[in-house]
T-cell receptor, first 114, second 115 residues
Framework: QKEVEQDPGPLSVPEGAIVSLNCTYS??????FMWYRQYSRKGPELLMY????GNKEDGRFTAQVDKSSKYISLFIRDSQPSDSATYLC??????????????FGKGTKLTVNP | GAVVSQHPSWVICKSGTSVKIECRSL??????MFWYRQFPKQSLMLMAT?????????EQGVEKDKFLINHASLTLSTLTVTSAHPEDSSFYIC???????????FGPGTRLTVT
């Protein structure tokens, strides 16, 4: 079982739709949960991060973590064509040596059609 | 703030040659830099972590003699792919973490093609 599982899609929605992106993880030691957005041939850009279970909202984006079920979600409201990108979930743990390590999902490619 | 640049953005080299990729933090001091590799339709895989002035720590399965990492200053890290082979063709992305900043900030990536 991979440490972070994410459905790669692709996912295609009409403009204005609510988008739901999801990941599951297996390691209870993961401490932070993040969502990155990656445009084609570009590096990932940090969108949001959370530490505890619950919701965190930032504009049209809501990140949700359920540690009991090891489930991470990102919701995008009123989706726009400019939201078209690959969305990667990531989890962070601190290794025994004290260094941090990010573990990424495969990414979900989202297309928002005008 | 938190801008990370990479150079070159793409490179083509012949099998057996070496290629150096630079990663710079432009507006903050990067106490730690990370190098990732991303194959098509795959997730980013951490290759190594480096702290300024220290030897890099490589992930299991990554050959340290093939992927040489130098983090000589708080704003610059380099990755040298030595004796490159076609299977090394990939998208290489660096990230940087600053003091008192949360998270890693990623560079735009370098696409390496080995012919």
């Amino acid at each position: 079982q991979k440490e972070v599982e994410q459905d790669p899609g692709p996912l295609s929605v009409p403009e204005g739709a609510i988008v739901s992106l999801n990941c599951t993880y297996s390691n209870s030691a993961f401490q932070y949960f993040m969502w990155y957005r990656q445009y084609s041939r570009k590096g990932p850009e940090l969108l949001m991060y959370t530490y505890s279970s619950g919701n965190k909202e930032d504009g049209r984006f809501t990140a949700q973590v359920d540690k009991s079920s090891k489930y991470i979600s990102l919701f995008i409201r009123d989706s726009q064509p400019s939201d078209s990108a690959t969305y990667l979930c990531a989890t962070q743990l601190i290794t025994q040596g004290g260094s941090e390590k990010l573990v990424f999902g495969k990414g979900t490619k989202l297309t928002v059609n005008p | 703030g938190a801008v990370v640049s990479q150079h070159p953005s793409w490179v083509i080299c012949k099998s057996g040659t070496s290629v150096k990729i630079e990663c710079r933090s432009l507006d903050f001091q990067a106490t730690t830099m990370f190098w990732y590799r991303q194959f098509p339709k795959q997730s980013l895989m951490l290759m190594a972590t480096s702290n300024e002035g220290s030897k890099a720590t490589y992930e299991q399965g990554v050959e340290k003699d093939k992927f040489l990492i130098n983090h000589a200053s708080l704003t610059l890290s380099t990755l040298t792919v030595t004796s490159a082979h076609p299977e090394d063709s990939s998208f290489y992305i660096c990230s940087a973490r600053g003091r008192n900043r949360f998270g890693q900030y990623f560079g735009p990536g370098t696409r390496l093609t080995v012919t």
